[in-house]
């Protein structure tokens, strides 16, 4: 078992005494705890590696959280001089600004204020802070006007192509790098739906082994002895095709029979964090209530998500436990954790969905991003970026935020059609993101990297529209 693989067990719980010291923050504590607890040899199976998995998290998990209230007030006040004591007890007492204990005493997320400007618009224009990111390009004419000519294309057309080059890279940050074995993931073009025409263009070094087309998490893979630090880089091109779907349409009668392979594993839970607590159980019960039929029931989901939720950062996926049942508790999260919700709420409802992820590929901005997409018999899959229509809700934009439903616009690469699966090179040790992989994850013969212990770097060669 790849020490990424005993995070399946984290919903097995932490004993109350290590769950304490968790919650206070006596992270030092909790370690020395659970490395008493692994070496009894009488302890189950499933909780030494659940208490592997937590330990892993909770070394982890203070780097999010550096600053004290101080420092973070005086972050807030460097660019809103006039922000007061009031307020910002009004900010936390309405979860706008997420902190945790550490030692017993609150430290605060490390992008608390960019959250902030993006969830509370007014509040981002007091500050004079324009934030970019995969949704918010699409703020102002340019991205608007790219959108709008999208969207009526693909009504018109039935569908909208774009043919589009990438660059990307990583390199150990020359502090971080000692001569010796490297393993280096980076994501690449996978065969789906919306993609054809596949190249691999370039490689450095060129003996990078390409995982299948059909991987579910598509890579390719440098492994190498390095004696000299130097970068790997990618450069692929893809056809990426938008096909329209009317999801306002009424349903069309289910086809006979079972739901084909791909369809019905995408009903199943999957630990840790797909997982049909009561919570969740409930929510969807509340929420697909009278529904007649499936993509009626999607349509609630998508309509509670988009309507209630607020798009803001959030600290490494890595350290976080139940994340689409806390983001149904919190009315928060980025496009990673409002995807999850809305891939469980669904198969809790019996709809198949899945997890897509890759980039936004746009002429003049490329970025990391996640969505879903979702089975009805006798149509298909259909799509939803319930972040993308969290945004379309900021600006007050109805027609955008109902295309998300059912649609998404051309500008993506997909490389990953699965959440939380090996690479077909899997990796020896823990991940940076071990559910997702948007950015690339580098690993020695001893531990996996961090990300502020390599740089990555993207960018569009060359894009051309075609319709």
Request: negative net charge; contains cysteine; proline residues 6%.
């Amino acid at each position: 078992m790849t020490q990424n693989e005993l995070l399946q067990y984290i919903p097995v719980g932490l004993p109350e005494d290590i769950l304490s010291c968790k919650l206070h923050g006596d992270f030092a504590r909790a370690v020395e705890l659970i490395d008493r607890r692994l070496q009894s040899e009488a302890l189950p199976r499933a909780l030494r590696c659940c208490l592997m998995a937590e330990r892993e998290m909770i070394v982890r998990l203070p780097s999010d959280y550096p600053l004290t209230p101080q420092q973070a007030l005086a972050k807030i006040r460097s660019s809103v001089p006039d922000y007061t004591q009031q307020e910002w007890q009004q900010h936390l007492a309405a979860g706008q600004i997420r902190w945790i204990y550490v030692n017993g005493e609150m430290r605060i997320f490390d992008r608390f204020f960019e959250s902030m400007c993006k969830s509370m618009p007014d509040f981002g224009q007091r500050a004079g802070v324009l934030l970019g990111g995969a949704e918010s390009t699409r703020k102002g004419c340019k991205g608007d006007n790219r959108l709008s000519h999208a969207m009526e294309v693909m009504r018109r057309e039935g569908s909208f192509s774009n043919r589009i080059r990438i660059r990307a890279s990583v390199r150990i940050k020359d502090e971080c790098f000692a001569p010796g074995f490297v393993r280096v993931h980076l994501p690449i073009p996978a065969a789906c739906e919306q993609q054809s025409e596949i190249r691999i263009e370039k490689l450095y070094p060129e003996n990078g082994q390409l995982s299948p087309e059909n991987a579910p998490m598509r890579t390719v893979c440098w492994q190498e002895e390095m004696q000299t630090n130097h970068e790997f880089t990618v450069e692929y091109s893809y056809r990426h095709t938008a096909r329209w779907h009317d999801a306002a349409e009424p349903e069309a009668p289910a086809e006979g029979g079972a739901l084909p392979p791909e369809a019905q594993a995408a009903l199943a839970e999957q630990a840790p964090q797909i997982c049909f607590t009561p919570y969740i159980r409930a929510l969807t019960a509340e929420l697909t209530e009278n529904c007649a039929t499936p993509l009626e029931k999607a349509r609630r989901i998508y309509d509670f998500i988009t309507l209630n939720c607020k798009y803001t950062y959030m600290p490494a996926y890595f350290s976080r436990e139940e994340i689409p049942e806390n983001c149904a508790r919190t009315f928060t999260g980025d496009c990673g954790v409002l995807a999850l919700l809305f891939v469980t709420l669904c198969r809790c409802a019996g709809i198949p969905a899945q997890w897509q992820s890759g980039l936004v590929a746009e002429p003049d901005f490329i970025g990391a991003h996640d969505w879903a997409r979702f089975y009805i018999a006798g149509r298909g899959w259909l799509y939803a970026d319930v972040s993308f229509g969290i945004g379309a809700v900021r600006a007050e934009n109805e027609e955008r935020r109902r295309f998300y439903f059912g649609n998404l616009d051309p500008y993506r690469m997909v490389a990953n059609n699965a959440f939380y699966v090996p690479f077909t090179v899997p990796k020896q040790f823990w991940s940076t993101d071990p559910y997702d992989n948007q950015l690339g994850e580098v690993e020695t013969d001893t531990c996996g990297l961090r990300y502020e212990q390599y740089t990555r770097s993207k960018e569009i060669l060359s894009f051309e529209e075609e319709i």
